[in-house]
């Protein structure tokens, strides 16, 4: 997925839903997003790494399952919203016991916000609040690339169906998107494809 000016971004695709987990690797330092399940896996996976953070874009089960075996193997520190850092540690407010498996994430060792940067190695990137699929959901953005969680997708959005959801709020945040996201940034959504910024403005009915 490496790109000339983008950084090395390897995927994993865990869990009964399929969720993206992506590490941002600059030198010999990693940063995991969204670890859904198989934490112990990609851990190893990234053996020789030093893992310098963990985070979630949002509290739903299927993109923190496996962050407390992740963090248990690597040392690192898990970050989160403050306004979901709740519902990653119950399985009963975050969906997951509803599909079926239960994810529960520890507790935070550092909460999230709007403009708080979040950095691997020599790189960083900004965090950008996005309420809406869940009401702490966020979006890392900067060195060419944006990790949106189960705000955006290829050519949909996230759904408000879910514990949390608010439909007007995932408008609000997604009309905001569309006016802040460089129209070549990669977009790394929590399912499915990548695409960019470019072709979702064009063809993506959620940002009309
Ligand atoms: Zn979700």
């Given at each position: 997925?490496?790109?000339?000016?983008?950084?090395?971004?390897?995927?994993?695709?865990?869990?009964?839903?399929?969720?993206?987990?992506?590490?941002?690797?600059?030198?010999?330092?990693?940063?995991?997003?969204?670890?859904?399940?198989?934490?112990?896996?990609?851990?190893?996976?990234?053996?020789?790494?030093?893992?310098?953070?963990?985070?979630?874009?949002?509290?739903?089960?299927?993109?923190?399952?496996?962050?407390?075996?992740?963090?248990?193997?690597?040392?690192?520190?898990?970050?989160?919203?403050?306004?979901?850092?709740?519902?990653?540690?119950?399985?009963?407010?975050?969906?997951?016991?509803?599909?079926?498996?239960?994810?529960?994430?520890?507790?935070?060792?550092?909460?999230?916000?709007?403009?708080?940067?979040?950095?691997?190695?020599?790189?960083?990137?900004?965090?950008?609040?996005?309420?809406?699929?869940?009401?702490?959901?966020?979006?890392?953005?900067?060195?060419?690339?944006?990790?949106?969680?189960?705000?955006?997708?290829?050519?949909?959005?996230?759904?408000?169906?879910?514990?949390?959801?608010?439909?007007?709020?995932?408008?609000?945040t997604l009309?905001r998107l569309k006016?802040s996201i460089?129209?070549?940034?990669?977009?790394?959504?929590?399912?499915?494809?990548?695409?960019?910024?470019?072709?979702?403005?064009?063809?993506?009915?959620?940002?009309?």
């Amino acid at each position: 997925m490496a790109e000339a000016g983008r950084p090395q971004v390897r995927q994993f695709v865990v869990g009964p839903l399929e969720t993206n987990c992506y590490v941002v690797i600059d030198g010999d330092k990693a940063l995991v997003v969204d670890p859904g399940a198989n934490g112990a896996d990609i851990a190893a996976a990234l053996s020789g790494l030093d893992v310098e953070l963990i985070v979630a874009t949002h509290g739903h089960g299927d993109h923190v399952g496996g962050v407390a075996a992740l963090k248990q193997a690597t040392g690192a520190p898990f970050a989160i919203s403050a306004a979901d850092a709740g519902r990653a540690q119950s399985a009963a407010d975050n969906s997951s016991h509803d599909f079926g498996y239960d994810a529960n994430a520890p507790a935070p060792d550092r909460l999230l916000a709007e403009g708080d940067v979040v950095s691997v190695g020599g790189l960083g990137f900004s965090v950008i609040d996005c309420p809406g699929h869940t009401p702490g959901g966020i979006a890392l953005y900067g060195n060419g690339v944006v990790f949106v969680g189960d705000t955006l997708f290829a050519g949909s959005a996230g759904r408000t169906d879910l514990d949390g959801g608010d439909a007007g709020a995932l408008r609000r945040t997604l009309m905001r998107l569309k006016g802040s996201i460089a129209p070549d940034t990669l977009v790394l959504p929590g399912h499915g494809e990548a695409t960019t910024m470019s072709a979702e403005l064009a063809g993506n009915p959620y940002l009309r």
